[in-house]
T-cell receptor, first 114, second 117 residues
Framework: GNSVTQMEGPVTLSEEAFLTINCTYT??????LFWYVQYPGEGLQLLLK?????DKGSNKGFEATYRKETTSFHLEKGSVQVSDSAVYFC?????????????FGAGTTVTVRA | GAGVSQSPSNKVTEKGKDVELRCDPI?????LYWYRQSLGQGLEFLIY????????KSGLPSDRFSAERTGGSVSTLTIQRTQQEDSAVYLC???????????????FGSGTRLTVV
């Protein structure tokens, strides 16, 4: 079946540090990949997405590249801010294999200190 | 509507009672999903509706859980004889097409926080 494994947290960083959250996936077809973010006290928001191999999703300074050869979709940001403190979820859906639901990783809690 | 609306936002119920959680998806979205987020845990898929097709109920944890979607729009998740382990945030999401295809992804509601005491 389809599944997502992401780096366990929590991760604590200083402002302006580089952030990487690893995410790898298992899928039987050709999945679409997503990163969702959940800020404290808020609901899930789509951060970025990529729908085919070598696509790069980007938003708010975050980037992730769909790597089919390594089945990965690592999230990166070059210089984090305190406002980036949140829980980040990697997810996939795989309509090509009739799996329409989003399968999520366990989430990574990121805390950025001033 | 402009977004996915869930009600109530908070629900405290006594163990053994039944509860109903409501989700109003974005108008025109044919796909609707329910997820559960337990404290400190990830998101657990519960059920998926797509148009008039039979729902994918593979994530429902027990027969105490059921859901329906009337008229292809509003959905209700019902938990019968609630247990303390049912305490969680129940999230609803909708998408224009199944699987979040068409580049639109999924839009989540703010969730219903259920506490069983």
């Amino acid at each position: 079946g389809n599944s997502v494994t992401q780096m366990e947290g929590p991760v604590t960083l200083s402002e302006e540090a580089f952030l990487t959250i690893n995410c790898t996936y298992t899928a039987t077809g050709y999945p679409s990949l997503f990163w969702y973010v959940q800020y404290p006290g808020e609901g899930l928001q789509l951060l970025l997405k990529a729908t085919k191999a070598d696509d790069k999703g980007s938003n708010k300074g975050f980037e992730a590249t769909y790597r089919k050869e390594t089945t990965s979709f690592h999230l990166e940001k070059g210089s984090v801010q305190v406002s980036d403190s949140a829980v980040y979820f990697c997810a996939l859906s795989d309509p090509s294999s009739n799996d329409y639901k989003l399968s999520f990783g366990a989430g990574t809690t990121v805390t950025v200190r001033a | 509507g402009a977004g996915v609306s869930q009600s109530p936002s908070n629900k405290v119920t006594e163990k053994g009672k039944d509860v109903e959680l409501r989700c109003d998806p974005i108008s025109g979205h044919t796909a609707l999903y329910w997820y559960r987020q337990s404290l400190g845990q990830g998101l657990e898929f519960l059920i998926y509706f797509q148009g008039n097709s039979a729902p994918d109920k593979s994530g429902l944890p027990s027969d105490r859980f059921s859901a329906e979607r009337t008229g292809g729009s509003v959905s209700t998740l019902t938990i019968q004889r609630t247990q303390q382990e049912d305490s969680a945030v129940y999230l609803c999401a909708s998408s224009l097409k199944g699987g979040g295809t068409g580049g639109h992804g999924y839009t989540f509601g703010s969730g219903t926080r259920l506490t069983v005491v």
